[in-house]
């Protein structure tokens, strides 16, 4: 199974639920799954493979016209589990 981490960034600029659409659309064409995207929060949720850069991840967020601020967190998932503790 490949490794993957969860994460969490901040991004500015969405105002309504198309904007989330948008977000999650450009993370689903990296690679990203399990995709939360929350335009009220302004951030995004999902899990990636472990080896994505955090630049592809900027990338994707700003081609789809958003501003990423911050990558909060980039927590292993380690047999199915995301939460920091387990390894």
Avoid: H, W
């Avoid at 993957?4 to 659309?25: D, L, P, T, Y």
């Avoid at 955090?54 to 589990?81: F, K, Q, S």
Wanted: proline share 3%; glycine share 18%.
């Amino acid at each position: 199974m490949a490794e993957v981490k969860r994460v969490r960034m901040r991004i500015a600029g969405m105002s309504c639920g198309g904007c989330e659409g948008r977000v999650a659309q450009a993370l689903q064409g990296i690679g990203a799954t399990e995709v939360a995207v929350g335009f009220r929060r302004g951030e995004a949720q999902f899990v990636i493979p472990a080896g994505v850069a955090a630049t592809t991840l900027t990338d994707a967020v700003r081609g789809a016209g958003y501003r990423p601020l911050a990558i909060e967190d980039a927590v292993p998932v380690v047999n199915g589990c995301g939460c920091g503790n387990c390894g």
